[in-house]
């Protein structure tokens, strides 16, 4: 099978196909797997992360890509739920132990034996994959294959951020930063918390005025007063100024939620501006939203059907893997980047 390979880590301002397109031998099914011939896999920047080493597979070569969707083809043994000919989704949880406290009680994200999809396990950036038959998605009638490929990250991840916020219909909801997740975190809100008012912060006009559109009733800068407190607040930004900044807008006992993978160095001084008593005392809470579980993947595709939530797709051939990537790192985005991957098998 072909596949899009990393071999070896590199920067990509200088390296600009870092994935070699590569002849695989296709993986066969162990018990409890399920073979997938794959369609379709969105771009994330996480592969940017992996291939600059910020998040660095643990063993190279690696196939990335953890946004792929396609057709079982072929099912290993005790496989009991899903069959052959079924389309499933397949996100950053690739497996996890199952008998810990975390996965008893569904954080299997939290599992010290979490492994993820294309970093720590070939994804799919390749005509084929396998994957345990408990960590595959049924993905809804209503998405084509390309649509739902991008939900599988971004849209997951931002469900568990307003699940962990602890939001209730008719409390207010602060976003600092408005990219993918925040997004579409929005769009679940006014359609499953629909008196709930949400408060956005961010640095560019565009992004205020598209926030707008989308149903925010306010949308200023990192640093401003929202004009009323706020219950909880979910933060998309790579930076700590906006997690320094929305504290002080948030009610007594009102939750930050950071769905962040990593915070960037670059303004880790702007901490130094916590004040206590503006920004933390009475009971306000900040926490940290790890990738996702399968509970989260599967309601948000669930809820992302019942809205719908349709992504914008910019598509791209599997061999032009790298030209993705490297628009994703110069920023030039016009919607969701998706792999299309038609086999010739
Ligand atoms: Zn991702
Ligand atoms: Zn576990």
């Not at 930004?237 to 993978?261: D, F, H, Q, S, Y």
Request: charged fraction near 30%; aromatic fraction near 6%; include cysteine.
């Amino acid at each position: 099978m072909k596949a899009m390979v990393l071999n070896e880590l590199c920067r990509l301002d200088r390296e600009k196909s870092p994935l070699k397109c590569t002849e695989l031998p296709c993986p066969a099914p162990s018990e409890n797997e399920v073979l997938v011939k794959i369609s379709a896999c969105a771009v994330c920047h996480t592969e940017l992360d992996e291939i600059e080493g910020r998040t660095p597979p643990p063993q190279l070569p690696i196939v990335l890509g953890h946004q792929a969707v396609g057709r079982i083809v072929q099912t290993g043994g005790n496989v009991s739920k899903l069959s052959v000919g079924e389309r499933v989704g397949i996100a950053w949880i690739y497996s996890a132990c199952g008998k810990c406290q975390f996965c008893r009680e569904g954080n299997e994200n939290l599992c010290e034996q979490f492994r993820a999809t294309g970093r720590d396990v070939n994804g799919g950036y390749a005509e084929y994959m396998t994957v345990p038959d408990e960590f595959a998605f049924v993905i809804p009638v209503v998405f084509s294959d390309v649509e739902a490929a991008p939900l599988l990250c971004a849209g997951a991840i931002g469900y568990r951020s307003l699940r962990l916020s602890g939001l209730r219909d008719g409390q207010n909801l602060g976003l600092t930063g408005f990219g993918a997740s925040g997004h579409l975190v929005l769009k679940m809100v006014r359609h499953r918390y629909p008196h709930t008012k949400v408060f956005v912060f961010v640095r560019g006009e565009p992004e205020k005025v598209f926030s707008r559109e989308l149903g925010a009733v306010w949308a200023g800068d990192m640093e401003e007063v929202s004009p009323e407190r706020l219950h909880c607040i979910i933060d998309t930004t790579p930076v700590w100024k906006p997690v320094v900044e929305a504290l002080k807008n948030l009610m007594p006992g009102g939750r930050l939620v950071v769905n962040a993978i990593r915070k960037e160095e670059v303004d880790k001084e702007y901490l130094l501006k916590l004040d206590y008593p503006a920004h933390l005392w009475l009971e306000k809470e900040i926490k940290s939203v790890a990738n996702v579980g399968r509970r989260d993947v599967r309601e948000f595709l669930e809820l992302a059907a019942e809205i719908p939530i349709k992504p914008e797709i910019e598509e791209f051939e599997l061999a032009d893997a790298n030209r993705a990537l490297i628009e994703l790192k110069e920023r030039k985005i016009r919607g969701a980047k998706v792999l299309r991957i038609e086999s010739e098998h």
